[in-house]
């Protein structure tokens, strides 16, 4: 798995996906997450009833349709961090951090079943503050063939296509950096990942939807910091021995930026002083150019 991140920032924001208990009970599927300035629920099914709990006592609930949301600010003075109880009648996924509040944020969507790697996704683009640099909204292709549409959420609470049936092949991608503040809607014909990209640490998705596996595709970006880029960090972790690691840039294809052998709970770490459109894979797969994207 891979971690782009600064040394001395935290990841702010984690994706949470609803897993089912069993229960018998009418909010089946349930979530323990650790929230600081505020949460949003996303729905995938019609007649989502979903509720959430604090120390056991119930604070907000309600009824969601697919494709609606929800955002929970915690008020002041309560204490702006702390563990909640996400509980649905359906499965659902969770966004917690300070997407609103704090523009220092970046994460993958999550789908209904905890995947980083799926045909459809809601998630939040957090408002661009030009001060830290550059803010991308990012699907990535696994397949040949990959037909993506992307659409974001007017204020009347109707989606608008971005771009419907844009076809993408393995190791390509989509960007935008006009979703600023938006709540967007991927589907694909094949597995994609969506990234909001913009400062901090994040865990990426492999190809196979898991957060290890053995080929990935994220991006680095440029970052500021008190008014100058700050070099940005891919770190590498392996689960076996002997285990080879390619980081390529798929903007330039057969560039290889390192190749080497770790072995077992082994980081290893690779710094890009000025921030560069790159992608990893630990498979020695071939990287192609993308038509739609460029490098930085």
């Known amino acids: 798995m891979f971690l782009n991140q600064r040394t001395f920032v935290f990841l702010s924001i984690i994706i949470v996906s609803i897993v089912g208990v069993g229960t018998a009970e009418a909010l089946n599927y349930r979530s323990y997450v650790f929230n600081t300035y505020e949460m949003i629920l996303f729905s995938y099914e019609d007649g989502t009833d979903w509720a959430v709990y604090r120390y056991g006592e119930l604070r907000y609930s309600g009824k969601m349709d697919k494709g609606e949301h929800v955002l929970i600010h915690i008020p002041y003075p309560e204490p702006l961090v702390g563990a909640f109880e996400v509980a649905g009648s359906k499965k659902f996924s969770v966004l917690t951090g ?46 040949d063939g990959t037909e993506i549409t992307v659409e974001y959420e007017d204020p009347n609470g109707i989606y608008s296509k971005v771009v419907k049936d844009h076809l993408l092949n393995a190791a390509d991608y989509w960007e935008s950096e006009e979703l600023s503040g938006q709540y967007v809607h991927v589907t694909a ?7 909001s990209c913009y400062d901090t640490g994040y865990f990426v998705p492999s190809a196979n939807g898991s957060f290890s596996g053995t080929k990935f595709y994220t991006y680095i970006g440029k970052t500021k910091y008190a008014g100058q880029y700050v070099p940005q960090d891919l770190v590498v972790i392996a689960y076996d021995d002997d285990t080879l690691i390619t980081i390529a840039d798929c903007n330039v294809p057969g560039v290889t930026k390192w190749q080497g052998t770790i072995y077992a709970e082994e980081p290893h770490v690779k710094r890009f002083p000025d921030g560069l459109a790159s992608y990893c894979s630990r498979e020695n797969a071939p990287c192609r150019s993308s038509q739609n994207g460029y490098p930085l």
């Open 98 to 143: 300070d997407a609103f509040s704090n523009f220092c944020t970046g994460y993958y969507a999550m789908d209904q079943n905890g995947r980083g790697v799926s045909g459809e996704f809601y998630t939040y683009v957090p408002q661009k503050n030009g001060s830290y640099g550059t803010q991308k909204f990012i699907v990535f292709a696994y397949e």
């Open 189 to 195: 014909n094949k597995p994609v990942s969506a990234l």
